[in-house]
């Protein structure tokens, strides 16, 4: 049913006006006229627009960044998402109002926000129905503002799940596949942009359109890893494959990096190899093994009570074989042939047997805890890289040996992926070699100065990205923080003119995703 049309109150505009300025310290910005935002109020739409209590909406994982919208649109259909940007684009270039698609909120520097903008709060669709299909290729519809938790369960239910994922897994489908979703499974099926058949997307022209490889291919590759330049993702139809009961849960560490490294690379490479695979770096770490026994066990008990991993860089290498209670004798054997070639230290050797569902959802797991002590809303100066293999071992002793003195602030993973798993087709940018490492700081910065701050982390941050720049390491940046269009051209290199084209012809307002800093709104020259 249609909701009637509301009516801002100018009271609440010239309100909304000085705490918007108020809230940035008395910075100018735009704010969008009384007459606009009453416009905004007017729309037949299933769902509403909220003009107050956008605070939350101004904040993101990242903690670092804080800009208010003008306005929050909780849609009830994708028509309410279309029927808003097709508005903003008919006021034409003149107005500065732009529209923020907003999942979950895991950004890390704002780029789900829209200072006096428009936020779309994806959640609100997570009502439509998940929808499983069966058949030799099977899939699942799922709405953009799903959370892929929710994907999770509801196809556990037909034993499927989804082939690639994230680490954490309460984010939502159209957030992970407009940047690329990346886990210790895309050594073997790519990441999740590379398992999608088909997108419902509304464009920065406010049109809805249905694309896939075989229609609309274009915009359909535009916008997985798109940054949301090209338009909001409302659905997407997701590859599935029969989903196991059981998952064995190994860990290892090394004391050489080029032994695990190497080992990685050769799992990878492997027809018959580990399910996921992931590697960590631990830096002065006092009683690793002691904090593992709280959920794995070890395989010789006596021998890892003896291990001591103070003042070292040690290496975990973090696996996984998946099972079914048939079939565990099998697994058995499979995982002892595959860790006999690796050279961990066999003290080292950790594991325990979990179902599938607690595997993947094991990060909320730590969020709970963290919840708890009051330390998972606070500053995420997070820094991810894509480091290509030629590269690897140079950038290892210069960060792990010399800028890096412990990893207390936050895990450091580093992992190695296949090239041939990308679709070069999609925006995502990454290095031009067959295998290159995903390596993420993903620090917390609980206190106000010293180690624990923000500042001390994009320190670090800043001498590893000056490092790779001077050391012409050819990495290239995952949930890049860039603020000026000359970086994101340097960023995307020779793929920037393709990136600019696509923009000109479904954003050519500029309208969309403001916060990733990388068109300004009403900049493009137009042939509309």
């Known amino acids: ?106 950004s890390l520097m704002g780029q789900s926000q829209a200072a006096g903008g428009i936020v779309v709060r994806m959640e609100s669709l997570r009502g439509d129905r998940l929808q499983v299909h069966h058949g030799m290729s099977p899939f699942v519809d799922a709405p953009g503002g799903e959370l892929w938790i929710n994907v999770l369960r509801e196809t556990l239910k037909h034993g499927l799940a989804p082939k690639s994922w994230t680490d954490y897994l309460h984010l939502t489908v159209g957030g992970t596949l407009s940047n690329a979703g990346v886990s210790g499974q895309a050594f073997r099926h790519g990441p999740q942009v590379s398992n999608v058949n088909q997108l419902e997307i509304v464009t920065g022209r406010g049109d809805a359109v249905t694309c896939s490889p075989e229609d609309n291919s274009d915009l359909f590759y535009a916008a997985l890893g798109g940054l949301g330049q090209f338009g909001i993702i409302t659905r997407a139809r997701i590859a599935l494959e029969p989903a196991p009961k059981m998952v064995r849960w190994i860990r290892v560490l090394y004391s050489d990096f080029a032994s695990f490294a190497e080992d990685q690379e050769m799992l990878i490479m492997a027809e018959n190899t580990f399910d996921y695979i992931e590697g960590f770096v631990i830096i002065n770490r006092t009683g690793i093994l002691n904090n593992w026994r709280t959920s794995f066990k070890p395989q010789d008990p006596v021998q890892a009570s003896h291990f001591q991993s103070d003042g070292k860089v040690l290496y975990c290498l973090e696996l996984t074989k998946n099972f079914n209670s048939d079939s565990i004798d099998i697994m058995e054997q499979e995982v002892s042939a595959l860790l006999s070639r690796l050279r961990f230290i066999r003290s080292t050797l950790f594991h325990t047997d979990v179902t599938y569902l607690e595997f993947l959802d094991r990060v909320h797991t730590s969020e709970v805890k963290l919840r708890a002590q009051g330390l998972w809303e606070v500053p995420h100066p997070w820094l991810n890289l894509l480091i290509p293999r030629s590269s690897i071992h140079k950038f290892a002793k210069e960060v792990f040996g010399k800028i890096l003195k412990d990893s207390n602030n936050g895990p450091i993973l580093l992992y190695p992926v296949n090239k041939s798993k990308w679709n070069n087709r999609t925006s995502v940018v990454i290095p031009d070699e067959e295998i290159f490492y995903l390596v993420g700081f993903l620090s917390s910065a609980p206190s106000h100065s010293g180690h624990g701050s923000v500042e001390h982390a994009m320190n670090l941050n800043n001498q590893i990205v000056e490092f790779c720049e001077e050391a012409d390491i050819g990495m290239k940046q995952y949930l890049a923080p860039y603020t000026t269009q000359k970086q994101w051209k340097a960023h995307f290199g020779a793929r920037w003119e393709t990136f600019e084209r696509r923009k000109h012809t479904y954003d050519p307002l500029a309208i969309l995703a403001p916060g990733q800093r990388i068109f300004p709104k009403a900049s493009l020259p137009l042939s509309l």
């Open 1 to 106: 049913m249609k909701c009637r049309p509301a009516t801002m109150k100018p009271s609440l505009v010239h309100c909304f006006k000085l705490l918007l300025l108020l809230a940035l310290g008395g910075v100018t910005m735009h704010v969008p006229d009384e007459d606009v935002l009453s416009s905004l109020g007017a729309l037949h739409l299933d769902g509403h627009f909220s003009f107050h209590d956008v605070s939350a909406m101004a904040r993101d994982f990242g903690n670092q960044c804080s800009s208010l919208p003008a306005a929050v649109l909780h849609p009830g259909s994708v028509s309410d998402i279309a029927t808003t940007v097709r508005h903003v684009f008919s006021l034409g270039e003149s107005s500065a109002l732009t529209v923020a698609a907003r999942g979950h909120g895991h």
